[in-house]
């Protein structure tokens, strides 16, 4: 089972948009069995990153982790949604 982290600036907010979405197109794609969700923010797991397999942030993140990191800004604003859950189904597939 894979592990996915969904955080913002506050572990509250946007994050709980975001899971919202995620839990609903793992439904849609019957892959809800396959992934252990997780929600907090930034700063509380910036060292913790390689805990996850796969990471998805609605704010920035430090230099050294971005390329762990799967931007979910698109979640918010439905532009360009599709490649998100894209890169999270690749990672899930992984």
Do not use: R
């Not at 704010?59 to 490649?83: E, W």
């Amino acid at each position: 089972m894979k592990k996915l982290m969904i955080m913002c600036g506050s572990g509250v907010a946007t994050s709980t948009v975001v899971m919202g979405k995620v839990k609903q197109w793992l439904a849609d794609e019957g892959l809800e069995s396959q992934v252990k969700l997780y929600q907090s923010k930034v700063a509380e797991e910036v060292n913790h990153i390689d805990d996850y397999d796969i990471v998805v942030s609605t704010t920035l993140v430090p230099d050294n982790i971005k390329d762990k990191v799967i931007n979910g800004v698109p979640l918010l604003t439905g532009m360009g949604s599709d490649q998100v859950f894209e890169e999270i189904k690749k990672e899930i597939e992984a």
